[in-house]
Nanobody, 126 residues
Framework: QVRLAESGGGLVQAGDSLRLSCAAS????????MGWFRQAPGKEREFVAT????????YYADSVKGRFTISRANAKNTVYLQMNSLKPEDTAVYYC???????????????????WGQGTQVTVSS
């Protein structure tokens, strides 16, 4: 089983930046792709970004494209989400996900990831 632990959330003002981290561990951890989702109160969990094992392929939701950057450090079993120019509508619980093996021509779904972290709260005030 893969275990994921997010960190780096917090309360910031609109226009600020945050970097989320997700550390992966467990015997089943291998070379699958990883991603980030988020869930705002009263809304469904939505895709944010995903990155391939090599880091060479990345895919973003339109709502974060140009503001967020996903990256990974495989030596540390860690994936990051750098979030710049934050907006109040970015407020949500952010979840790290592992196990994606699809292609990068469509938006991944929740069901395509096998392991999830507990989430970290990001709140952006206006």
């Amino acid at each position: 089983q893969v275990r994921l632990a997010e960190s780096g959330g917090g309360l910031v003002q609109a226009g600020d930046s945050l970097r989320l981290s997700c550390a992966a561990s467990g015997r089943s951890f291998s070379t699958d792709d990883m991603g980030w989702f988020r869930q705002a109160p009263g809304k469904e969990r939505e895709f944010v970004a995903t990155v391939s094992w090599s880091g060479g392929r990345r895919y973003y939701a339109d709502s974060v494209k140009g503001r967020f950057t996903i990256s990974r450090a495989n030596a540390k079993n860690t994936v990051y989400l750098q979030m710049n120019s934050l907006k109040p509508e970015d407020t949500a619980v952010y979840y790290c996900a592992y196990g994606y093996s699809g292609d990068y021509s469509y938006t991944p779904t929740v069901a395509e990831f096998g392991s999830w972290g507990q989430g970290t709260q990001v709140t952006v005030s206006s």
